[in-house]
């Protein structure tokens, strides 16, 4: 995988600088919903002397707690989870433990997915097609200070673009609004989002005026496919 910026360059000239940066192994958290996927990540994250996994998870509000509980140094997050997405559990874990590194795990990097993957502060992403080789230099770049998006993301064009504006990016959102947003494009109620969320019914219709003022999105549609092209849901 090409990465958007690598500090330093070269495969010993990364482990050199994380040598000197941490003396003890990364403290890792994998999120995955899929057992199978998980467990291999896991696996072969163990393998390497330099890295710890201290947490496994299958969803967001127990990637949350874990992370709460175990501080890890950084996190490989899947894209699409049941409930909250990876999108939302990146966002709320960057808010309350911004030292924290995140890496999203994806099927597909679109400039779309790649400009929400860093409007909610992730470091970078990864195809779960890409070997594990790739996966273990992009952790260790981005524990050395690098980021790690494909070339074509800045493609995605400002993150305050309107939606549905060509190739141009999805505006910014907060947590709560693209946890609306994604209960709208699974079709759930005003009531059940406001039960998942536990919020007030209002609360949640208010997060719906405040979508779509924010994101020119006039219809459930509009506000679905919005969700679609943040990978909140698949298509």
């Known amino acids: 995988m090409?990465?958007?910026?690598?500090i330093p360059s070269g495969a010993s000239a990364i482990a050199s600088r994380l040598a000197d940066r941490f003396p003890r192994p990364?403290?890792?958290?994998?999120?995955?919903?899929?057992?199978?996927?998980r467990e291999g990540v896991v696996a072969r994250l163990q393998q390497e002397p330099d890295f710890e996994v201290i947490g496994a998870c299958a969803n967001s509000p127990d990637a949350r707690a874990c992370v709460d509980r175990t501080a890890p140094d950084l996190v490989l997050m899947d894209l699409h989870l049941p409930g909250e997405s990876g999108l939302v559990a990146t966002r709320l874990i960057r808010q309350t433990h911004p030292s924290i590194k995140i890496l999203i795990l994806t099927g597909d990097i679109g400039p779309s997915v790649a400009r929400a993957a860093r409007d909610a502060g992730a470091h970078g992403l990864i195809r779960k097609a890409d070997t594990s080789d790739t996966l273990l230099k992009a952790v260790r770049v981005v524990m050395t200070g690098g980021i790690c998006f494909p070339p074509d993301a800045s493609s995605a064009g400002p993150s305050g673009s309107a939606a549905g504006a060509g190739d141009f990016g999805p505006p910014p959102l907060n947590a709560r609004e693209l946890a609306v947003l994604q209960g709208i494009a699974e079709g759930l109620s005003y009531k059940e989002i406001a039960a998942r969320l536990h919020l007030s019914a209002k609360s949640v219709e208010y997060y719906r005026t405040s979508l779509v003022k924010t994101t020119a999105c006039a219809t459930r549609a509009d506000l679905v496919r919005l969700a679609i092209r943040l990978g909140l849901v698949s298509a």
């Open 26 to 37: 990364i403290r890792l958290v994998v999120v995955d919903d899929h057992p199978f996927l």
């Open 2 to 6: 090409t990465t958007e910026k690598i």
